[in-house]
């Protein structure tokens, strides 16, 4: 089960990095670490994520998977967090490929999952997970500030943590669940179906070589996006992709 041993800290540089010590020494599959406070909070790209005292979640979850193709976890987390933001606190998060949990167009949370191999196989997940809570706008750095957002400023009303807390351990356990079972087409679907651009929308790609116009098709079953340019069908890794943003241009 998830969250049956949650460690919790007032303070670390990053959970992950907490959680991944705890993995290599052998702690169990759903073992949590949730710290109050993180001193050097990492998001992807090696970017970092602002994790003052009280203010967010900072989660890292063990995972110890039964499968290989484990790409489509972070994609499961991200439904996970979407779902338990649904059901504790009232607002319909949105999803952006590959890792971002979104609110009306500004960044709610974000999805860093880390994994470690003996040879082939998966060893174990690390699943990071940050979401903004309690933060007022000041409460964000002036650069990320007109990005960001929080559940405070979404919802307007006061939000019980540890009910959102256990929503997600459990959204978390279900999607895991599926994953076990193999059932990629669902956790696919749960995804496709709350993307901030849906499938079938026009959207910008950029990548280090340069931006393109394309259709939004959807996920496939290693959690690439699909998308349609020019007649053609280009499958996006998340490692290449710089932006995504949608296309206002009048031709198809
Ligand atoms: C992103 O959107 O860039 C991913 C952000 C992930 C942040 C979380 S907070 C808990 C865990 N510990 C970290 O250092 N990062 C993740």
């Known amino acids: ?39 050097g909070g990492r998001g992807t790209k090696g970017r970092g994520w602002h994790s003052a005292p009280g203010l967010g979640l900072y989660a890292s979850v063990i995972l110890r ?24 606190a009232g607002i319909e998060a949105r999803l952006k490929w590959p890792n971002d949990i979104v ?25 990071g997970i940050g979401l903004n809570i309690r933060h007022r706008l000041a409460d964000f750095p002036a650069d990320i500030r007109p990005a960001a957002t929080s559940l405070r400023l979404a919802s307007k009303k006061p939000l019980d943590a540890a009910r959102l807390e256990r929503a997600l351990w459990a959204s978390l356990d279900k999607w895991r669940g599926e994953f076990e079972r193999g059932r990629k087409q669902e956790i696919v679907r749960a995804f496709e179906s709350r993307l901030v651009f849906p499938v079938g929308s026009r959207i910008l790609v950029e990548k280090d070589a340069g931006a393109f116009a394309a259709t939004l098709r959807g996920l496939d079953s290693q959690a690439r996006l699909v998308v349609e340019s020019e007649g053609r069908t280009v499958l996006l890794l998340p490692s290449e992709i710089v932006g995504l943003s949608r296309s206002y241009a009048l031709t198809r």
């Open 103 to 127: 609110w009306r167009g500004k960044k709610l949370g974000g999805i860093l999952s880390e994994s470690s191999f003996r040879g082939d196989e998966v060893g174990h997940v690390v699943v």
């Open 1 to 39: 089960m998830i969250g049956s041993t949650i460690y919790r800290l007032a303070t670390c540089a990053s959970t992950n990095d907490v959680a991944k010590q705890l993995a290599a020494e052998g702690a169990e599959d759903g073992t949590v670490v949730v710290a109050a406070e993180q001193t």
């Open 65 to 88: 998977p039964g499968r290989s193709d484990i790409a489509l976890i972070p994609a499961l987390a991200g439904v996970a967090v979407a779902e338990a933001v649904r059901s504790a």
